[in-house]
């Protein structure tokens, strides 16, 4: 290592110990302090419900036993979806809430890269697959409103680290929708009909490849089951979907 390198490498070292005592390390969920940077405190990290197996291979949701390869919840038997499977990191709860929210609302992108990698993680068998990974969109207006797509900075991170495209233009939203807060699953059904359309002038193709489906929150269906139809009608292979939370029961 030459002289200069050694310099530069002290110099930087020093830096960011300056920066430390500035900004001390803190919760990703709560900005309580921590011992190291991107991790949670105790408290968050006791309330951050990690989805393991046994869980429904189609939904994704937590089952309360292990009933072999290919169990499938109640909910996927009798309402099966029209995407693949779906896969989440943790129950959208307490701690999930939190992050999802800080990156949403409160303009936190720096958290983007660290519930990207935790769903790159969760998410290993779904990309695996995957030939495209595609971001929910928003709206042109509540796009400009809000600055950036919390999907598509969540779908980045994940292309960046399993090395797969990413079609961030993939989809449109042609039509402007209710926040999906607040309303039940028919309201949210009706809520986002109609409202996606496919990007003829992406630069990555849709029809013949398996897509990979990005969004941050997965709570009755409604907008990844709209979107998938959408895509499986311009010719999409397969269909898989991955988020950052889940809701543990699909609320009427």
Known sequence: MSVVAQIGGTVSRAARSVARLAMPPHCLACAA????DGALCPSCWSGFALIDRPYCERLGAPLPFDTGPGALSPEAIASPPPFGRLRAVALYDQTARRLV??????????????MGSCM???????????????????????????????????????GRLSGKPVAVDALRRQRATRRQVGLGRNERALNVRGAFAVNARSGEPIAGRNVLLVDDVYTTGATVEAATRVLRRAGAAEVDVLVFARVAQQPG
């Open 120 to 158: 790159a993680r969760a998410g290993a068998e779904v990309i695996a697959g995957a030939e495209v990974i595609v971001p929910i969109p928003l709206h042109r207006m509540r796009l400009w409103r809000r600055r950036f797509n919390q999907s598509a900075a969540l779908a980045s991170v994940i």
């Open 33 to 36: 302090a921590v011992e190291a």
């Open 101 to 114: 929210q800080g990156l949403k609302y409160d303009d936190h992108l720096d958290l983007a890269p660290w």
